[in-house]
Antibody, heavy 123, light 108 residues
Framework: QVQLVQSGAEVKKPGASVKVSCKAS????????MHWVRQAPGQGLEWMGW????????NYAQKFQGRVTMTRDTSISTAYMELSRLRSDDTAVYYC????????????????WGQGTLVTVSS | SYVLTQPPSVSVAPGQTARITCGGN??????VHWYQQKPGQAPVLVVY???DRPSGIPERFSGSNSGNTATLTISRVEAGDEADYYC???????????FGTGTKVTVL
């Protein structure tokens, strides 16, 4: 079955960077966009951007431009999201989620989602 | 940027029908998707493309979309339906994805 498994929780100091991984299985990794979504404690969902695992192309939400970098390693079917210059308000659960088939690109929902990675930013 | 507005909360008795709205400018021209999120869990897609259900999602979950409002309807509500629900669209003008503010459904 299609599954996304994320790396474990992280604690970082303000100003540091964090890199979260998302390992895909059960489908062709390079065939689907991978999105990243975050959720601050008690808050709603916030889309951060996507990566095309085939080409490496990215599209970031304006809010995170300049601070976020999404990459992938196709040899191990893993996507990464790195967020730099962390602030306390970056404390959140970060999710990866599979998006559209790259060839058809006709869908724009997210399914399935990874289990989430809690990133805590605290001095 | 495109904004989606949901009521913060909806309360419903078991066996009744819950309706969760998602308001956006001319949202009827977009495809709307809905997610269920239970405490401590990742979101799960329950309706896509306004009214289609992924395999494994009960027929009790249905959706509609017209004008400035999309609606997720949960029929014959069960205790297990208690969760947060989010609508989502793709904004073609920005090529960005947008989530609604979220609605907490409480089963009385």
């Amino acid at each position: 079955q299609v599954q996304l498994v994320q790396s474990g929780a992280e604690v970082k100091k303000p100003g540091a960077s964090v890199k979260v991984s998302c390992k895909a299985s059960g489908y062709t990794f390079t065939g689907y966009y991978m999105h990243w979504v975050r959720q601050a404690p008690g808050q709603g969902l916030e889309w951060m951007g996507w990566i095309n695992p085939n080409s490496g192309g990215t599209n970031y939400a304006q809010k995170f431009q300049g601070r976020v970098t999404m990459t992938r390693d196709t040899s191990i079917s893993t996507a990464y999201m790195e967020l730099s210059r962390l602030r306390s308000d970056d404390t959140a659960v970060y999710y990866c989620a599979r998006g559209a088939d790259i060839l058809t690109a006709g869908t724009n929902w997210f399914d399935p989602w990874g289990q989430g990675t809690l990133v805590t930013v605290s001095s | 940027s495109y904004v989606l507005t949901q009521p913060p909360s909806v309360s419903v008795a078991p066996g009744q029908t819950a309706r969760i709205t998602c308001g956006g400018n001319n949202i009827g021209s977009k495809s709307v998707h809905w997610y269920q999120q239970k405490p401590g869990q990742a979101p799960v897609l329950v309706v896509y493309d306004d009214s289609d259900r992924p395999s494994g999602i009960p027929e009790r979950f249905s959706g509609s979309n017209s004008g400035n409002t999309a609606t997720l309807t949960i029929s014959r509500v069960e205790a297990g339906d208690e969760a947060d629900y989010y609508c989502q669209v793709w904004d073609s003008s920005s090529d960005h994805y947008v989530f609604g503010t979220g609605t907490k459904v409480t089963v009385l």
